[in-house]
């Protein structure tokens, strides 16, 4: 889906490199395995690769159903295993990662089937051409819905 409802400047060829793009989002979390089936199971993401670095720092690349391009990178050193001086985690940052959808109302509908936590009812937003609507993660982390509208 593209995002067609706004109107888009000409791309900048002065920008950092011209090819600059969004690749993936990090999430950290202390249930590493319960991270990764909830991103597979509830909203269907592919486990790219899954690895441990350093010991003990579990790193996992999943990517959308039907998205090679952008992929969320799940982060953790498990519920007690943090090693000191580990940053603690940011309490001023991103609020929400989105993802467009062809319907919002029918994907909430099919999360709510499967017991995620809707935190907010599908609305439109008219001024960008959208509608959104809202679920939680197993941790919290909120996650947006978008579609286009006319």
Same mark, same amino acid.
């Given at each position: 889906? !593209?995002?067609?409802?706004?109107?888009? &400047?000409?791309?900048?060829?002065?920008?950092?490199?011209?090819?600059?793009?969004?690749?993936?989002?990090?999430?950290?979390?202390?249930?590493? !395995?319960?991270?990764?089936?909830? %991103?597979?199971?509830?909203?269907?993401?592919?486990?790219?690769?899954? +690895?441990? *670095?350093?010991?003990?720092?579990?790193?996992?690349?999943?990517?959308?159903?039907?998205?090679?391009?952008?992929?969320? !990178?799940?982060?953790? %050193?498990?519920?007690?295993?943090?090693?000191?001086?580990?940053?603690?985690?940011?309490?001023?940052?991103?609020?929400?990662? =989105?993802?467009?959808?062809?319907? +919002?109302?029918?994907?909430?509908?099919?999360?709510?089937?499967?017991? *995620?936590?809707? *935190?907010?009812?599908?609305?439109?937003?008219? &001024?960008?051409?959208?509608? =959104?609507?809202?679920?939680?993660?197993?941790?919290?982390?909120?996650? !947006?819905?978008?579609?286009?509208?006319?």
């Amino acid at each position: 889906m !593209e995002n067609t409802m706004l109107p888009i &400047p000409a791309k900048n060829a002065a920008g950092i490199n011209g090819t600059i793009r969004a690749h993936h989002l990090g999430l950290w979390t202390f249930d590493f !395995e319960g991270t990764i089936a909830w %991103y597979t199971e509830k909203l269907g993401f592919r486990l790219i690769k899954q +690895v441990t *670095v350093g010991g003990n720092l579990q790193l996992a690349f999943l990517a959308p159903a039907n998205d090679d391009n952008f992929w969320l !990178e799940v982060l953790s %050193y498990g519920p007690a295993d943090a090693p000191q001086g580990v940053p603690q985690p940011i309490v001023s940052g991103f609020q929400h990662l =989105c993802l467009s959808v062809e319907n +919002v109302d029918e994907t909430l509908a099919t999360l709510r089937e499967r017991g *995620v936590r809707v *935190v907010r009812e599908p609305f439109d937003v008219p &001024p960008i051409g959208k509608r =959104c609507g809202f679920v939680a993660d197993l941790d919290g982390n909120t996650l !947006e819905f978008m579609q286009n509208i006319g």
